[in-house]
């Protein structure tokens, strides 16, 4: 017998994504045809700034036998087109492969005479009157209302949804209407950016912890994690579970609970907490580091991307220890980590991501030996001396 008390499953806080993803629609009220011209006009205003995806099933005129190899037996096939890549599988998609599918979408429109989403854009129109009756349901988050060929929202949906007044009602031609309707949504769903700062490693090329180094007057760990307030809805500094006892009152910690992976793992750990956020992630171990680098990294955040980051003085490369990692990067985290990385710098390099010039020259330059030590010892004196 399993007692009552036995967990078997740890609590984890699950990302807030529907069937497709955090942000999705599903059409619903209008012929398949019609749906599908309306996500074309919607996905060709919005795919410059968001990553739009479309969700459908086929009808009577695409049906047919698998494609190609699926025919005698194979579960996956992947063809390189010229424009686009394209994969076809035998394997029935279940939520989790779909989610996985799709999450690098900011914005997922659906067929909703095929599938359902999170939130609804209703057509109202006479021919799908019974069709629409039918699937009333699923009608449990209606955004907006558009008209097609009626003057007003159908009486059984009005009884459905008490607060119909409240919803926009549009005209299904007004493209202009819905598109900036759209746009304010997902403005509106732009994800929190927290910050992190980085105070779990050894520091053992450098003989002593660096987050307590005190460049600028108080411990750098509790300097940053200031300097982040001013931009950030929370602020936590990454730490060892050993160190808790270590911060003092009055700073958020947020332990490693992914082990023996250095930042790679403090970065996971932080979207486990919070999956739904964005993460603003600071090294402790960059002394330069000064409010209008910061400003000017959260200015050009780029929440299409995965991440947005600064390209190094130093080689060149995407600098992984002061960048914005968007809630989707999670999967991409994970994805790598499965597949034997635990490189947060690998991971922008192999991503889709925002690269930005630093404004100053220095500024991203970090301390991780005694000479270091040194060096940038000379040079903030110089800098506050000239000050």
Known sequence: MTSKEHKKHSKLTRPATGNFGRNEWAIVGAPCDDIKL??????????????????DAAHDDEAGQPA?????????????????HQ??????????????QFANADLVLAN????????????????????LQKRVAQLTNVALFLLADADDVFDFVKEAIPNWQQIPIYRIEDTDKIINFLQTKMQQ?????????????????MGQD???????????????ADL????????????????????????????????DLGPYGAILSAFRAQPDSAWLVVACDLPLLDAQTLSHLIANRDTSAI??????????????????????????????????????????????????????????????????????????????AST
């Open 112 to 131: 909703g005479n095929h599938h359902t989403a999170k939130a609804q854009v209703v057509v109202i129109q006479q021919s799908k009157k019974a069709s």
């Open 189 to 205: 769903v732009k994800p929190a950016l927290n910050g992190l700062v980085l105070a779990g490693g050894k520091s053992i090329r």
């Open 228 to 259: 982040l307030k001013q931009h950030c809805d929370e602020v936590f500094i990454s730490c060892r579970s050993e160190q808790l006892s270590e911060i003092a009152v009055g700073y958020n910690t947020l332990p490693d609970t992914f082990i």
């Open 307 to 384: 991440a947005t980051t600064y390209k190094s003085d130093f080689d060149g490369f995407p600098e992984p220890l002061i960048t914005i990692w968007e809630p989707k990067s999670y999967a991409v985290l994970l994805a790598f980590l499965a597949q034997g990385y635990s490189c947060p710098r690998k991971v922008l390099i192999n991503s889709e991501t925002t690269i930005l010039e630093p404004l100053n020259a220095g500024v991203l330059t970090n301390v991780n030996t005694p000479e270091d030590f040194e060096k940038i010892k000379l040079q903030i004196q110089k800098i506050t």
């Open 68 to 84: 190609g190899r699926l025919a005698s037996g194979a579960v996956l096939e992947y063809t390189n087109h010229t424009d686009f």
């Open 38 to 55: 309306l996500a074309e006009r919607i996905i060709s205003a919005l795919s410059p700034k968001y990553k739009c995806a479309y969700a």
């Open 210 to 224: 660096k987050g307590a180094f005190k460049w600028h007057g108080k411990e750098q760990r509790y300097y940053l």
């Open 87 to 100: 994969f076809n599988t035998s394997k029935g998609q279940n939520r989790t492969d779909i989610l996985q």
